[in-house]
């Protein structure tokens, strides 16, 4: 007859009585949770290229987006998810149908969240140090033939300058040009994930929220071996809902706090754009000890042609604009992506700290149990094949993936296994 001693059966009732919140019981009993997979298994099919389409249908029953959904659900409040969403009108323009600033609805007033809350993790929009530029660019890669105002001249001038910065990418423009950003990771860069689509996230629904985020990562991740942990909303079109659910992905999100201005603009002729470089030069340099993260756009030849001007003008004039000029997950002291040692390229941290107990991790609001991820092989999985994106490019041993277990897992497991042998016996 096996029998336990009375501190091991309270062990093991208060075990089974504190399952975390949105906890099921399988067929034995025990309690089950859903889990984030990371590295983020591979779709059957990608969403079109056409950024006019909402991913729907099909698209959305794919496990690389239930699963992800679930675990959303699992973890975020229902008051959050409950939000409504935008009524979409076209482009960047909804109809915001809650409470704006009850849901710190960022194109209404600029609302950001400085800190955690009931759901959510504080954001980013501008570097913590003084005399510090987080430099950003959204929606490439991008390929232009004619002007040569492309990603690529962008990476060639931070790298002309010994820069770094962070590319916040589109999914659909990552499956058609994986080479430039593999090019950027390779290069030391940040990558981070800016939707698949490009539309304005308050006017989807929760699950069209996760397919937005989980194709363009698994995109990132065939093409880098990485899985990013920045994410900016296209237009900035964020409110509680949008950040809640993102930050359960574990992404850390990230706004601005100067923008040049150029992907604004309806008349994109060389004098405007002269004009858009003289105005950003004049402000965001006049003092030396300010911080912010900025903006720009590698996603038209006038876009990248203006944020160009302005690193030709901070390289002709780098004696007098003392500014440190880095990567924004430098700039926050956060790593870069989940699936590399150290969580920045090549498993070497770039950021100025680094604890090994966070390291790689996602970010969780205090009130939210902690992830339970999983892990799938050690490189990426071959892409699915899709008639009009170029073929990705091989990965090396450096980009694998390390395994990551959520915190206290194994220690309790072991506690647990220690206390049972100290106490069980046989009579």
């Not at 770094?164 to 999914?171: A, I, L, Q, R, S």
């Not at 220690?411 to 016996?425: A, D, E």
């Amino acid at each position: 007859m096996l029998l336990l001693a009375p501190a091991v059966l309270t062990l093991l009732g208060a075990a089974t009585a504190t399952r975390l919140p949105h906890q099921a019981s399988n067929s034995h009993g025990l309690a089950k949770r859903a889990t984030l997979q990371i590295p983020p298994p591979m779709p059957a099919q990608w969403p079109s290229i056409d950024q006019t389409n909402f991913i729907t249908g099909n698209l959305l029953t794919d496990p690389l987006v239930q699963d992800a959904l679930a675990y959303v659900q699992s973890v975020v409040p229902a008051s959050l998810l409950n939000i409504p969403p935008s009524t979409f009108v076209s482009g960047a323009t909804v109809k915001y149908n809650s409470d704006v600033n009850a849901n710190c609805y960022w194109p209404y007033n600029l609302c950001v969240r400085t800190a955690a809350g009931n759901g959510y993790q504080a954001d980013v929009y501008t570097c913590p140090q003084p005399g510090t530029w987080g430099i950003s660019f959204d929606d490439g890669p991008t390929v232009d033939p004619v002007t040569h105002d492309d990603s690529a001249a962008i990476r060639a001038q931070l790298d002309k300058m010994n820069i770094k910065g962070t590319f916040f990418v589109v999914g659909s423009n990552v499956i058609q040009n994986p080479q430039i950003v593999l090019d950027e990771y390779n290069d030391g860069h940040q990558i981070g994930v800016h939707t698949w689509t490009h539309h304005p996230l308050t006017a989807c629904t929760n699950e069209q929220i996760v397919a937005e985020i989980k194709y363009a990562e698994a995109a990132i991740y065939n093409a880098t071996g990485q899985v990013p942990n920045f994410f900016r909303p296209p237009y900035g079109d964020i409110d509680d809902r949008v950040r809640a659910i993102a930050n359960a992905l574990g992404y850390t999100v990230t706004i601005w706090s100067q923008d040049d201005l150029a992907a604004d603009q309806d008349t994109t002729s060389a004098a405007i754009g002269q004009s858009l470089i003289n105005s950003a030069t004049s402000t965001w340099f006049s003092n030396s000890s300010a911080s912010f993260v900025s903006l720009s756009h590698d996603i038209t030849p006038f876009t990248s042609s203006v944020i160009l001007g302005i690193l030709q003008y901070v390289d002709a004039n780098r004696a007098s604009i003392k500014l440190d000029i880095e990567p924004v997950g430098t700039c926050v002291n956060k790593p870069w992506f989940r699936s590399g040692a150290g969580g920045s390229p090549g498993g070497t941290n770039t950021g100025r700290t680094s604890s090994p107990t966070t390291a790689g991790l996602p970010y969780f609001a205090s009130t939210q149990a902690a992830p339970v991820v999983t892990t799938t092989g050690s490189s990426p999985a071959a892409p699915p094949t899709y008639p009009t994106a170029l073929a990705l490019a091989p990965k090396s041993a450096s980009h694998a993936p390390t395994r990551l277990l959520e915190p206290g897992h194994a220690s309790s497991i072991l506690l647990l296994g220690l206390s049972l042998g100290l106490v069980i016996c046989w009579l």
